[in-house]
């Protein structure tokens, strides 16, 4: 598989909000070493609206070439949807690259093997009441399965909802900074075994 990487990156070194000014770069893994291979500078301009925002979204698609895996600290919104509908790989880290560059090809690596051998299983989201669901990622985080958080649980959470039981090995990092920065309505419970997080609807007025 292709060993490159893009990781969306702050002025500061470090991975940033695609909503912030940054550059994409693409690191490439040769004679087991990541080296840089690309950079393009890139600031989101929301003044065009919704298509200004695709067409920026494609130049950078196709400046990527064949890389399909892209880091961010946050990917949320139409930014997550279009990326993943052109088959990206979204991770969400926080951080320098050299901290996760290593730990995102080996998962990565594990899925595409998976993959060959059958489909993930997708968890069982149950219905505990009306507008009520639980479902567990603790399978997915643990695993590897080549699913993601914010794939399992992004489409309930845009959808008619009361209140969502998410169990979890550890809270993901995008739904940590959906909660922190108030667009869900979230409390944790520590576990013996992971972590309970309950996701209440937000209240309109």
Excluded at 16 to 39: C, H
Aim: overall charge neutral; glycine content about 10%.
């Amino acid at each position: 598989m292709a060993r490159d990487i893009a990781v969306f990156i702050g002025d500061k070194g470090s991975t940033a909000s695609l909503e912030e000014p940054g550059k994409v770069v693409i690191y490439r893994r040769q004679q087991g070493k990541w080296r840089l291979a690309d950079s393009l500078p890139f600031q989101l301009d929301r003044t065009s609206g919704m298509a200004g925002v695709r067409r920026q979204l494609a130049d950078i698609i196709q400046w990527l070439g064949q890389c399909r895996v892209f880091v961010a600290q946050t990917v949320v919104g139409l930014l997550y949807k279009e990326l993943e509908q052109n088959g990206f790989s979204i991770w969400e880290f926080s951080g320098r690259p050299a901290d996760f560059l290593e730990y995102i090809l080996v998962q990565e690596e594990l899925a595409a093997r998976e993959s060959e051998t059958g489909k993930p299983t997708v968890p069982a989201i149950v219905e505990t009441g009306p507008g009520c669901f639980r479902v567990s990622l603790k399978d997915i985080q643990q695993n590897g399965s080549g699913l993601t958080s914010k794939q399992v649980l992004q489409p309930l959470l845009m959808g008619n909802y009361y209140q969502v039981e998410v169990l979890c090995s550890h809270i993901p990092p995008w739904l940590e900074a959906e909660w922190e920065s108030g667009r869900l309505d979230c409390k944790s419970e520590r576990l013996d075994n992971g972590v309970k997080l309950v996701i209440r609807k937000q209240r309109c007025g």
